[in-house]
């Protein structure tokens, strides 16, 4: 009796000692600044920057990520509340980072907890309570996990991902009860007693059924609004139901339950409709829609990979992945990964072939494992459903580790139950050694790492080292000493800083962002530019389409021309523009961004006005374009066209979020 009252309350220390011990591990990053896509997302973003709190600011803010075509409005006004309450300030923002992690850290273990008493086939000695602390405990400090907490923009993930845990946890409740509360000794009760019981269990099971379909359709619905990863969410609940549920139905008395497995295995017809509805349905659709464009050439004209080569790759990046979970080093949690080699052929590298049979083998240990140890079959299950959405064949990038958030669980599940048993299990103090070597480890390289993040030098010379082949890497070290330098050619740091950034010059495969940096530099402080520079950013440019970090350097350097900081020569960032522009169908951000080169900087508006109303006719819904198209037939005194422009944008004004936009451009002069 003591053991069991001592079991019971020790979790309650365990789990405390995990958010204590997260929360010291994480708070020396949390005074680090922003980086990478933050900027764009954030900093850059003047949506997510509201003056108050009205509708249209509100509005304006949800609809102002860059970072996807759905907007992912509930992330955005997280950020806009952020501003609203402590303005533009890193720390805060990863702290309430920080806060839903920890957050989402409970809810894992209410998730494991479930699923570890769900188990048909687990020993009933495992303690469930502690397993799920601990569970909870090494998620809530994997180092691959660390990015979903101190990038600022990767709340979109933790948010995401804290409705899918929701969602779970009422799918699995709502099974349970439907398994678990019709089970009753009926042979003392009435005839009368029993019709009253039999309505009951009827109505119990109809009102559990209706639990799970909420469970996997609204937070859906929720949760894509901050990510769109939460639409695996009915994938992991098909997984838990085919792994701990199996499809079954309700007993409905102990007479039942006694007439052997072939009664226990009948299908719940109602369950598998269910999963027609939610999963099934939808991605069949979703497949109908995307698979034109992923099958067209010029979908994969900006990447470095075609879809051929990347799903060759990802098989190596898929099986990395569990490394960098459970044996991580710095070398492999980088941050950046564009040094990455892509594969080209089953053995280009080798390693292709290697990964493809670990992948197999996985998949063929998790249907051996489904009816001997359920939750070991269920954590890779749920590890290799994470990776379907992005290591498959949308034309994402290849590597990010913030995309093990949910699937860094799955693998917990796998293992902790097996390492954390009571001490009379066969060889148990070898695996509380062994679980107890990696929670350390865990922990030692997420501290070490958090602290790096806490400065924006140390993290970038840090980065720099763990990726010496990364040109992204390469670039932020450069940038990092030129933002230190404050454009001083006597600074210790401007010398520093062409270093690393000739050096992801010089890297295959890089976007033109190390040569920008190198050009704006010198050119902010009047010190002469090389010509190696132009020609390697042109030679980039010309050999593929331009991605989204070369728009926005061609845009960095077109504001610091306009803006009368910088000196470039017309002839070579005309060539540059000319080279980006030659590939098929350029992006209206592209086309928007010559045409204001050419208005501000060049004096041709008739080009300027002929670049950006391609941008609208290519971006139709994006107000910025229109509003700069107005702006430029005004100004050109075109009233009329100017006026049946606004007009145009007017229709674009959901919630009034364009309400300021349009007051500004009603009082110009020339539309009075």
């Known amino acids: 009796m003591h053991s069991t009252s001592t079991c019971s309350s020790s979790y309650l220390w365990v789990l405390a000692a995990a958010f204590l011990i997260t929360v010291i591990v994480y708070w020396p990053g949390l005074h680090g600044e922003f980086l990478f896509d933050d900027y764009p997302n954030i900093v850059d973003n003047q949506g997510v920057q509201p003056h108050d709190a009205s509708l249209p600011s509100l509005v304006r803010a949800a609809l102002s990520s860059p970072a996807s075509d759905f907007k992912r409005p509930l992330a955005s006004l997280s950020f806009a509340a952020n501003y609203l309450a402590t303005g533009l300030d890193p720390y805060w923002m990863k702290l309430t980072n920080l806060g839903l992690h920890l957050l989402n850290g409970l809810l894992v273990f209410l998730l494991a907890r479930l699923l570890l008493r769900s188990a048909p086939a687990e020993d009933p000695r495992l303690h469930s309570n502690v397993v799920a602390a601990l569970i909870s405990a090494g998620w809530m400090l994997l180092p691959i996990n660390l990015t979903a907490v101190l990038y600022v923009v990767q709340r979109m993930e933790g948010l995401a991902n804290l409705f899918v845990l929701l969602g779970l946890i009422g799918y699995v409740t709502g099974r349970r009860r439907m398994l678990g509360l019709f089970i009753i000794a009926s042979s003392a009760l009435s005839p009368s007693r029993m019709r009253v019981l039999r309505l009951g269990r009827i109505s119990t099971r109809t009102r559990s059924l209706i639990l799970c379909l909420v469970s996997v359709t609204i937070p859906v619905a929720i949760g894509i609004m901050a990510k769109e990863t939460a639409v695996m969410l009915p994938l992991y609940a098909l997984l838990i139901e085919w792994t701990l549920f199996r499809f079954r139905k309700p007993l409905e008395s102990a007479a039942l339950h006694q007439e052997g497995d072939a009664e226990v295995r009948r299908r719940d017809f109602h369950i598998i409709g269910l999963f027609l509805l939610v999963l099934v349905v939808p991605m069949v659709t979703g497949l109908a829609w995307l698979l034109p464009d992923i099958l067209k050439p010029e979908t994969?004209?900006?990447?470095?990979?075609?879809?051929?080569?990347?799903?060759?790759?990802?098989?190596?990046?898929?099986?990395?992945?569990?490394?960098?979970?459970?044996?991580?080093?710095?070398?492999?949690?980088?941050?950046?990964?564009?040094?990455?080699?892509?594969?080209?052929?089953?053995?280009?590298p080798w390693s292709t072939l290697t990964s493809i049979l670990v992948l197999g083998t996985l998949v063929a240990l998790a249907l051996w494992l489904r009816p001997r140890r359920p939750l070991a079959a269920l954590g890779i299950a749920l590890f290799l459903g994470c990776q379907s959405l992005t290591g498959t064949i949308l034309p994402l990038e290849l590597i990010y580790e913030h995309r093990n958030y949910f699937a860094s669980f799955g693998l917990l599940l796998a293992i902790t139950p097996l390492l954390a048993v009571p001490r009379t299990f066969p060889f148990a103090l070898p695996r509380h050694t062994l679980l107890a070597g990696l929670m350390l480890l865990w922990t030692a390289l997420?501290?070490?790492?958090?602290?790096?993040w806490g400065n924006s030098l140390r993290l970038a010379e840090e980065l720099a080292l763990r990726a010496p082949q990364s040109p992204r890497a390469q670039y932020e070290l450069g940038r990092t000493y030129i933002i230190y330098s404050q454009y001083d050619p006597a600074s210790p740091f401007t010398r520093l800083a062409y270093a690393p950034l000739e050096k992801a010059a010089a890297l295959p495969d890089g976007s033109i962002l190390p040569e920008q940096a190198l050009i704006f530099m010198n050119a902010r402080m009047h010190l002469p530019l090389k010509d190696a520079w132009w020609d390697s950013m042109i030679a980039k440019l010309k050999a593929r389409r331009a991605g989204v970090q070369d728009e926005s350097s061609l845009g960095a350097l077109t504001q610091c021309a306009h803006e009368h900081q910088c000196d470039l020569p017309r002839d070579q960032m005309i060539e540059s523009f000319m080279a980006a522009l030659a590939h098929p169908n350029p992006s209206a951000r592209l086309l928007a961004t010559y045409g204001d080169y050419a208005w501000n900087v060049l004096q041709d508006h008739v080009l300027g006005e002929n670049m950006t109303a391609e941008a609208v006719s290519v971006s139709p819904n994006e107000p910025a374009y229109r509003i700069t198209l107005v702006r430029m037939l005004a100004a050109q005194g075109r009233n009329l066209e100017a006026n049946e422009a606004l007009k145009q944008l007017e229709n674009l004004n959901i919630g009034g979020r364009l309400n300021s936009s349009l007051a500004e451009l009603r009082a110009l002069p020339e539309l009075q």
């Not at 710095?330 to 594969?343: E, I, M, Q, T, W």
């Not at 997420?446 to 790096?452: D, E, G, H, M, N």
């Open 300 to 348: 994969w004209a900006a990447r470095d990979f075609t879809l051929s080569t990347r799903l060759l790759s990802e098989a190596r990046i898929v099986a990395d992945y569990v490394v960098w979970t459970l044996l991580p080093t710095p070398g492999a949690l980088s941050f950046y990964h564009d040094g990455f080699r892509v594969s080209t052929g089953l053995l280009m």
């Open 446 to 452: 997420t501290a070490f790492t958090a602290y790096s």
